[in-house]
């Protein structure tokens, strides 16, 4: 994110989920749905302040899935931000 006076900031949302052949449980894909959602309400909030929000899926592999269903909030756990 950029200073604050340096013009429009931008914040990268990403969502970790397991894939495997281009499918993900219903779980990971609920958590996809309620990010964009998020992101689309933020965005619409934010915009009049020079914010922006992308969000961007992680695909993981199998030998990844302790990281699936994780959402960073520009490089931070969601749960960091909430204190929990």
């Known amino acids: 994110m950029s200073g604050c006076c340096s ?6 949302v990403e969502v970790e989920r397991l894939v495997v052949d281009g499918e993900t449980c219903e779980r990971c894909g ?7 959602e998020a992101v689309l309400q933020v965005s619409a ?5 020079g914010l922006s929000l992308d969000l961007v899926e992680r695909p993981l592999p199998p030998d990844r899935i302790a990281e699936s269903n994780r959402v960073l909030v ?3 756990a969601v749960e960091e931000w909430l204190s929990g």
């Open 74 to 76: 520009a490089g931070r």
């Open 7 to 12: 013009g429009a900031s931008r914040v990268l």
């Open 45 to 49: 909030e934010a915009s009049g302040i």
């Open 30 to 36: 609920d958590t996809w749905e309620a990010a964009e």
